[in-house]
């Protein structure tokens, strides 16, 4: 198969996912929930009500609506949220509070990564020592961590006794000082926004900001990665073209970074794509904690006020993410490893 | 059982063992049946009179809407394994023990009447192995189990070796025990408030609640006037002498009986009334023998009061056992009024209760006993839900790579959206829409989120076990699709399954305890470990106890679950495994 026909073929797989990923927001807001209440707030007059039940067709037959509903979502009409302070429009929020959460998981996917290859790669050449042992365990404990816990643990630490103790402090809340600072978004990603006004000082108060919520969001992903490295590894060392390699007298460094180390990725990429579901799931815990103005806190806002629209946008768009990013995945996949395309 | 059987061991044929089998069996699997459908039904009327809104049917038939699926294809397999039993065929004896084993796990999950169900599950399961019985099939099973049990052990031995998972097996038991001893351990009850103690830091001791025992308590509204020497007298009677005694469980080392007395008036205007109190150390007897100048040496207390005024007081008695008697005398000049008088006296007991080792929440309640019930309720509910995933995901997986064709693309296509929604996200989305906040709502909307799993690797197993010799011969001697799947596939599928199993349990209640943090769980005051953590994040500065303490105890059981789960997939591994 060709590379091209490999990735038209990816594509059209994902067709079908998308299609069913709205569908079950559809069941679930419009069977199981009431659909109404995504496009009535508090303010919505009672008069307008039937103009608002006719003008979604939510008296047509459910076939209709299913089709009213993809219609609705592809022009863009996602509901009205009701938990932002004003009602807004679903898409206005997401637009607006994705640069957050997007900046924030990218930043915790760049800290897995840099800790979690070597941590693994150390793990798997010292199989079965104590170093081994202790990686594992640190590994382990990333994956069984409340996140939400360990969030409240951090920022009681490196924030509340750091400052009890007069020691420098990491900041608990916010993107940035708002006293401070004064940011206009133009991209809405600050670490990027910052550096184009050239303010070094706002970046460098951004990234202070930054660090608690990345690091905790990112000892998740770590830990996946660094399990995931630790496996491969251990499998790729076993191969006959490494024995090859050793029995031409390469040293054990050589071995590992360069013969082994290039197909032990290919796998950990992988899980790095797949770890992007991880990445929001955790930003919902971690956004809360850390007061972080993104998506997430928002979810948990539409949830303890039952803003239905919002909960239905916030699934569907996290949906969404994770189907282009395994098709991203699948690609880098495809184009890294020929295997994959043939077999 | 053992000695019944020696004779019939030659003509088991027509053992009471063997019939009653067969038929309970059957019986069971009947109940089973009716049983799932009638909660499947229930849980149409729930949603369709749910839908209508106005008048809606008991509770129990809304709930365990996954377990009732499970139970009605379980209770037509149990069915058949019984009409299979009594056409003595040998395999259905096999069938039959894993069908009541499976069943023994999931009637665990379905409340009080599972406990039934299971109890049958049970007795058929001793059953299979009564001598009489046993003599069908046991030595066919024993011999097809002979490599299996052989590689059990092999990964026994390797499960020694390894530390961490050792570490991790402790963790679990540990826990689990816990949970099951939580009611004889827990010095509190789940719920048990004390709020003398609210905040109370790790190690505190209690500040007590008092035990009481009442002596003497009356309550006069309005009561009827008497004429006593020209003065108005009121019940009660204005002069009470009686003797009480402190018994030796009322005793206390450090704290000691003390007597309570309290005296109220109402509505008593500008009536003048006094009282005298006093408490000798005598009992009655002594004390009517006595004239006013002996009494006098041993009078204990003594206190008068006048004027319109409530009293409350404490009073301190003799660490001991010991008899007193107690004097009330009580006067008032009124003439017209409307009023009322309480008298009360009480033994308070200061009980030593235990010390709040963990301390204490914003409210009382001892951290250590709520995470100790909460054990229970997080392990149960994880348990619950990998169980009823595992199954619902077993079932649809082997029918989709069994038969292959259009349905198991649409299973595929099915599975490959569900994975397109990160746990959380979804659950959270389904029990937005359930509507219902509550630990059930939690569990159903996890058992929705979590079955792709278990079906895409059960189907996995399945294609690769499809094609193997034995199937083949199994086929070619016309044993039945179910038998084949049932018998042969799912038995050889179940390791990978375990391991996947063992380490959701972890993940599936980190995301539990999640979803109740965020606000989703059960109702505020139960004992749950992401309730507790959610309560106590806001007094995280000043009382970080509460909120510590929780998520240990959530780290450490995801651990243990994490630890067994990925040490057994490393040795479980075909690839690593004996090299």
């Known amino acids: 198969m060709k590379l091209r026909d490999f990735i038209l073929r990816r594509i059209v797989l994902a067709i079908p996912v998308v299609f069913g990923v709205v569908t079950i927001t559809w069941f679930l807001a419009y069977i199981v929930g009431d659909p109404v209440s995504m496009y009535i707030t508090e303010r919505t007059p009672d008069a307008a009500i039937p103009g608002i039940i006719e003008s979604h067709g939510f008296n047509e037959p459910l076939p209709v609506q299913f089709f009213l509903y993809i219609t609705n979502l592809l022009q863009g009409d996602w509901g009205t949220s009701t938990s932002t302070a004003t009602d807004a429009p679903v898409l206005d929020i997401i637009a607006q509070r994705f640069p957050a959460t997007i900046e924030l998981a990218l930043l915790s996917m760049i800290i897995a990564i840099i800790l979690g290859i070597p941590l693994g790669i150390i793990s798997a050449t010292k199989k079965d020592k104590p170093v081994d042992h202790i990686t594992r365990i640190f590994a382990l404990a990333g994956v069984s961590m409340p996140i939400f816990w360990f969030g409240l643990m951090l920022k009681y630490i490196l924030f509340f006794q750091f400052k009890a103790w007069g020691l420098p402090y990491l900041p608990s809340s916010n993107r940035y000082n708002i006293q401070l600072y004064d940011h206009v ?49 251990l499998e790729v060392l076993k191969e006959d073209y490494i024995t090859l390699a050793k029995s031409k007298g390469l040293t054990q460094r050589i071995v590992v970074y360069r013969h082994a180390l290039r197909n032990a990725l290919i796998p950990t990429v992988t899980v790095i794509g797949l770890a992007f579901g991880g990445l929001m799931t955790g930003a919902v815990l971690t956004e809360t904690i850390f007061n972080w103005p993104g998506l997430g806190r928002w979810a948990v806002r539409s949830i303890l006020q039952s803003d239905l629209a919002g909960i239905n946008g916030f699934t569907l768009l996290v949906a969404l993410i994770v189907v282009t990013s395994n098709l991203v995945v699948d690609l880098i996949y495809g184009t890294l490893d020929p295997r994959i395309r043939f077999g | 059982m053992e000695s019944y059987n020696d004779d019939k061991k030659t003509n088991g044929e027509d053992s009471l063992q063997f019939t009653i089998l067969a038929f309970l069996q059957i019986f069971v699997g009947i109940l089973v049946a009716v049983f799932g459908g009638i909660i499947i039904l229930g ?76 109890m049958l599950s049970f007795v058929t399961i001793l059953l299979l192995f009564t001598p009489s019985v046993k003599l069908y099939w046991y030595d066919a099973f024993k011999e097809d189990m002979v490599p299996r049990i052989k590689e059990t052990r092999y990964s026994l031995h390797l499960v020694r070796k390894s530390p961490l998972v050792v570490l991790g097996i ?77 018994y030796e469980n009322e005793t206390n080392p450090d704290l000691g009986p003390w007597i309570e007395y309290e005296i109220e008036f109402e509505e008593l205007g500008d009536d003048n009334v006094s009282f005298y109190f006093a408490v000798y150390g005598l009992n009655l007897t002594t004390y009517q023998s006595m004239d006013e100048s002996a009494r006098a040496a041993h009078l204990y207390y003594e206190t008068t009061r006048f004027g319109p005024r409530d009293v409350e007081e404490e009073l301190f008695l003799y660490n001991a056992t010991y008899t007193y008697v107690y004097v009330l005398w009580f006067s008032c000049d009124h003439k017209y009024s409307n009023w009322e008088i309480d008298i009360k006296f009480t033994i308070l007991r200061h009980e030593s209760f235990p010390d709040h080792i963990w301390g204490t929440d914003e409210i009382g309640g001892d951290i250590f006993s709520r995470i100790l019930w909460g054990a229970q309720i997080d392990l149960r509910l994880s348990l619950t839900i990998v169980l009823v995933a595992v199954s619902v995901g077993t079932f649809i997986g082997a029918a989709a790579g069994y038969y292959g064709g259009k349905i198991d693309e649409i299973v595929m296509r099915v599975t490959d959206v569900f994975f397109a929604f990160p746990g959380l996200v979804l659950a959270m989305a389904i029990v937005m829409a359930l509507g219902e906040r509550s630990l059930d709502t939690i569990s159903i909307a996890l058992m929705v989120t979590w079955w792709p799993t278990y ?77 507790m953590i959610a309560k106590g994040q806001m007094y995280l500065t000043s009382y970080p106890w509460m909120t510590v303490f929780p998520g240990v105890a959530i780290l450490l059981t995801a651990l243990g679950f994490n630890l067994v789960g990925d040490g057994i997939r490393d040795i479980m591994d075909p690839k690593l495994r004996r090299r």
């Open chain 1, 185 to 233: 978004a133009t991209t809405g990603f600050i670490l990027i926004d910052s550096l184009l006004v050239g303010d070094i000082r706002l970046f460098f108060d951004a990234l202070r900001h930054m660090a608690m919520p990345a690091f905790c969001l990112g000892y998740l992903v770590l830990a996946i990665i660094t399990r995931m490295m630790r496996s491969s590894m």
């Open chain 2, 43 to 118: 849980n149409l009327t729930y949603g369709v009179m749910g839908a209508f809104g106005d008048v809606l049917p008991p509770e129990t038939l809304g709930t365990y809407a996954l377990q009732s699926v499970i139970l009605l294809v379980l209770g037509l397999l149990l069915f058949k394994a019984g009409l299979a039993i009594l056409e003595l065929d040998s395999f259905a004896f096999s069938t039959s023990l894993y069908l009541n084993i499976f069943m023994l796990l999931i009637s665990l999950t379905v409340g009080i009447i599972g406990l039934f169900f299971a």
């Open chain 2, 170 to 246: 402790v963790l679990i038991l540990g826990m689990v025990s816990l949970a099951f001893i939580a009611p004889v351990v827990a010095p509190y009850g789940p719920e048990e408030r004390i709020w003398a103690d609210a905040k109370d830091p790790p190690g505190s001791p209690s500040g007590g609640k008092n035990k009481t025992r009442e002596i003497y308590d009356e309550r006069n509204t309005n009561p009827v006037p008497r004429v006593i020497g020209g003065v108005d007298w009121q019940d009660p009677p204005p002069i009470l002498i009686a003797e009480f005694t402190v």
């Open chain 2, 455 to 531: 079906a895409r690797l059960v189907r996995g197993q399945v294609l690769l076990e499809r094609e193997k010799l034995y199937v083949e011969a199994a086929r070619s001697v016309g044993a039945s699709d179910m038998r084949i799947l049932f018998s042969h596939i799912i038995p050889n599928t179940i390791q990978p399954l375990i391991v996947q199993a063992t380490m959701d349990t972890g993940g599936v209640l980190l995301t539990a305890a999640g979803l109740s943090f965020i606000g989703f769980g059960p109702p505020a005051g139960a004992a749950e470990w992401g309730l």
